[in-house]
């Protein structure tokens, strides 16, 4: 049976990250875009920082990596696994403007 989970699918789980269990949930928005697994966005709503919740880990701090696993086409990923930005030390309120780029 095929899995239909969107990071297996997009081969993100097993190229770019061992398979996991999540232990929180997390939502990313940019503007009114809501960001799920597998999800495709323009470079022009990704000009600004994304803004991000978490599930109640307010004393916890985050790091948020934005990056292309397939750059620059799924079709000839000669630069794999780009790395576009980090953040770290975002508080659990999920404001990475609060974090340290």
């Known amino acids: ?37 597998g999800c495709n966005i323009k470079p ?7 803004r991000v919740t978490f599930t109640d880990h307010s004393n916890e701090l985050y790091t948020l990596v934005m990056t292309d696993p397939d750059a620059p086409s799924p079709s000839e990923p000669s ?4 790395v576009h ?9 999920g404001d990475p403007t609060h974090g340290k780029i």
């Open 79 to 82: 630069m794999r696994e780009w």
């Open 1 to 37: 049976m095929a899995s239909s989970d969107p990071l297996v699918v997009c081969r993100i789980i097993g190229d770019v990250v061992d398979v996991f269990v999540p232990r929180m949930t997390m939502n990313v928005y940019y503007g009114p875009k809501h960001v799920t697994n």
């Open 85 to 93: 930005w980090i953040v770290t030390d975002i508080p659990g309120d």
């Open 44 to 50: 022009s709503i990704a000009t600004n920082p994304p």
